[in-house]
């Protein structure tokens, strides 16, 4: 087993249970403008007390080869509003937004 199959997210709100390798296949779409993020690529943790603080996702790069994705949106927790069956909704402004390689 790796971390994906082992990776469960337990929301506060009654029992939900999902596995990360199913988390990262949701789009991410912004309430704000409706904007698609693109799918959740990383789970950022709190070390000390295992919850989960933020989620990342790929942010588009354009260069003369293509599309690359070198940096990553930080969202954090508190900004997810809902897990659907396919999408995550999100309500964040992403220029404020934390960027990561």
Do not use: W
Request: glycine residues 6%; proline residues 3%.
């Amino acid at each position: 087993m790796n971390l994906n199959d082992i990776l469960r997210i337990i929301y506060t709100v009654g029992v939900f249970i999902l596995r990360y390798c199913h988390l990262r296949q949701k789009q991410v779409i912004n309430l704000i403008d409706g904007a698609r993020l693109g799918c959740i690529s990383d789970l950022i943790l709190d070390e000390c007390s295992g919850r989960i603080c933020a989620i990342a996702v790929p942010m588009p790069c354009n260069s003369f080869l293509g599309v690359f994705y070198t940096k990553q949106i930080v969202i954090p927790f508190g900004n997810i509003v809902k897990f659907g069956d396919d999408t995550v909704l999100v309500e964040v402004d992403v220029s404020l937004c934390e960027t990561v390689k």
